[in-house]
């Protein structure tokens, strides 16, 4: 089975700056779509980039890019100018190609300070 | 917010007995897929319907299962509860056969204690 890691439990960013979320992936496939999801305390999952997999480049949604590196299995998520609003977990998911099934990280908690 | 909505939002039961949780697909989506998630996890898949069958099952025992309805609206059903199936459990529903990437919307989820 897939499994995907987060190595960041926590991270915190002053509000304005920049900052990265790691996420690293294990698969054989080639062929795969990668997500990241953010859950605020309200706890409802919001869809904020997805990448494909046979897409060299990386994916960007106003302040929110990704740092897609096949080769090393590695989706890094950027946030660009953080929001108090950006304050949630965030989670990275994969999904096969060739399947249904999404597996998630544990997700990083992001702290957004004033 | 998503189109896809949950009930209830939250629910206690005992342990053994049996409970119901509803969700109402996106407008459109044909799809829907369930998860559990503890308390300071990721979500883990449970399974997926797609026109009214089972589509796909992760690592869970048959005491759970599942339906869809014609309106793509889902429920989800765990028989024989058990302290450990005290979580949020998530609802998503997508549209298969768009040629896409077939991302999922989620609901708000169902906390669930199980005393």
């Known amino acids: 089975a897939q499994t995907v890691t987060q190595s960041q439990p926590e991270m915190s960013v002053q509000e304005a700056e920049t900052v990265t979320l790691s996420c690293t992936y294990d698969?054989?496939?080639?062929?795969?779509?990668l997500f990241w999801y953010k859950q605020p305390p309200s706890r409802q999952m919001i869809l904020v980039i997805r990448?494909?997999?046979?897409?060299?480049q990386n994916a960007t949604e106003n302040r929110f890019s990704v740092n897609f590196q096949k080769a090393a299995k590695s989706f890094s998520l950027k946030i660009s100018d953080s929001q108090l609003g950006d304050a949630a977990m965030y989670f990275c998911a994969y999904r096969s190609a060739f399947g249904n099934q999404f597996y998630f990280g544990t997700g990083t908690s992001l702290t957004v300070i004033p | 917010e998503t189109g896809v909505t949950q009930s209830p939002t939250h629910l206690i039961k005992t342990r053994g007995q049996q409970v119901t949780l509803r969700c109402s697909s996106q407008?459109?989506?044909?799809?829907v897929s369930w998860y559990q998630q503890a308390l300071g996890q990721g979500p883990q898949f449970i399974f997926q319907?797609?026109?009214?069958?089972?589509?796909g099952r992760g690592n869970f025992p048959p005491r759970f299962s599942g339906l869809q309805f014609p309106n793509y609206s889902s429920e989800l059903n765990v028989n024989a509860l058990e302290l450990d199936d005290s979580a949020l459990y998530l609802c998503a529903s997508s549209f298969h056969g768009g040629g896409a990437s077939e991302t999922q919307y989620f609901g708000p989820g169902t906390r669930l204690l199980v005393l």
């Open positions: 319907y797609y026109r009214e069958e089972e589509n």
């Open positions: 698969t054989s496939e080639s062929d795969y779509y």
């Open positions: 407008s459109g989506h044909n799809t």
């Open positions: 990448q494909e997999a046979y897409k060299q």
